[in-house]
């Protein structure tokens, strides 16, 4: 009986895997050993790569770190207050979560818009609006919002691991509240903050309607790229290769992050 | 240890079988649903005499679908009891040229540009129509294309420039040098986030003749736009988006589709715009190669071809019926806004189908890491 629940494990445990091996990776080499070939020679894809990469990845990280800053202020708010604060808190950063995407885009793009539009004495508004819209400023800041539950949910994880003894021991050795989160809360928030960043910095490269709609069609990422070429143009072996090259790019990144996970004790404490 | 063990196999077991379970389920869905056509229309005529469904595929929602709702749509089911589907497209090529490559083709019929229906034909991707269009109903306008085997031209679109009425006092905006000249008219400006089009204004702005603007100077265009690209605030792809622009005054001139400033009486009262160099599209109507009701479809394009719909439509519009037969019909109020009226037509150019089919992909790669650069 255990033999057959072990080989029922191994068996239904391998499933999800060779199901991902054979609907993507397979596909996936076949892709590259097939007829597609000819788009790789292909200068077009190459260089329209090359012009996209670097304000993908720049606007991406960018996205990425003022979440992780609007999201870590908010979690350490909520790591040092009381039950229903910290109630209101969790609520409060679901709610975006509740309505679609596309939506949101376009309430930022409504509000903006009015914003810019507004006439009359409260000029302050004119100027934010006409400073966020159409252009990266405001592509970063509507990405941001959209990755502030993300990065949120994440950083918490790092405050849970936080004690109040930790804090009356640096109280006890002279250090000033700041001195003490400097030492203590830092440290330990460190690993999720950064592994927030880099969750959303990959979901990041991939956007194409922000930057298209908020972005005033100025600033576009390869995911426009792709679009481009799979829809108008009717290129998907383009469209492929270029969405590949971003694969790549993702996977860097999150290679770097699992490294830094399984070494960081070593890299800090010299274990 | 042994307990959580065997907690631990039993979740893996737990789990994974309904993974799977998940999975051949999802893979049965899409067995069924390639036996049958997302579409629930898709039926022709019944030997019993029964009316059959189709599906008409054609751009942007808003006034253009409406237009086409009660311009063919509903009176093409009211003369045939067929039952037709209005469905809206993106004019995504990809998307049209991947389903009939698959042999899952929920659409009957489809409005392509110009440019797509030369690639189209060359691909291989329409279907022969079986009901010819004769001149009894159908006589292409002057320097049109007649109907075709494989589509029927329907109706010319047109890029104009606009502005507000009252943003420029004195002299006003004339034509495509004037979008360049910053200094006498200022502001942001907006332009369609496509080569197409761009590129002959930029020619025609640079001092190219409408005559001499094929083969397009592709380098030369491109030059003369880096020198307007600081000055474009949106790139806008959406027909909507120039006439909201100019309206809220967020740019001062912007290209836009002429129709779409006519779909809005406060556009019309407050948006003025020039035919000097306007650039005309002509659309066809095909059906692609795999429709299962190409026969009904065939139908349903030689009706909306006929006069008095295309002049329906246009009074609703304002865009150019390609059937000088429709021509006459037209409310004298609407007719002067055509591209087709002579004196808009003479002002203005046709943009090659056949230049655009055949350098597309290459031009439209450039445009993206030129906008980006």
Redesign the interface.
Known sequence: MRSI??V??VA??L??II?IVGLFVLPLLIWMGGAHVQALSRV??G??YL??IT?TVLLSSLAALLAVLMATSVAFLHAFSGVHVRHALNSLIMIPLLVGFLARNYAWLGLL?SM??SGGSINLYRLIGSLL??NNRGVVLVMATVFIPFSYFIVLQGFSSLRPEMYEAARTLGASDLRAHMVVTLPIIMRSVILAFGLCGVLALGYFVTP?MIG?????FIG??VL?????????A??SLLALYLFGTAILPMVLLAWYSVHRRTLLLGD | MRQAADLFRHAIIRTSFVFVLVMLGVFACEQKQQAEPKSSLGKEASKDGSPGEISVVSYGGGAYQESHIKAFVQPFHKESGARVESIVWGAEYGHLSEMVKSGRVPWDVVEVTAAQFERGKKENLFAKLPQKIDNSIFIPVEGSPAADDFGVPNVYWSTVLAFRSDKFKGIQPQGWSDIWDVKNFPGPRALYDDPRGNLEFALLADGVSVKSLYPLDVDRAFRKLDQIKPYVLVWWSDGTEPVSLLLSNQVAISSAWSGRIFASEQARKAISYRWDGAAHELDYWVVPRGSRNVGLASRFIAFASSPDPMAHQANLTAYGPSNRLALDRVDPKVFPLLPTAPANWSKSFVISSAWWAKNEAQVSARWITWKNK
């Open positions: 629940q072990r029922l494990t239904l445990g499933a999800p199901l077009s894809t260089s329209l012009s996209l304000k818009r810019a539009g819209l159409y298209k005033g069609g100025q600033h576009d426009n790229g481009t070429l799979l829809n108008k143009l009717g290129d998907s383009g469209a």
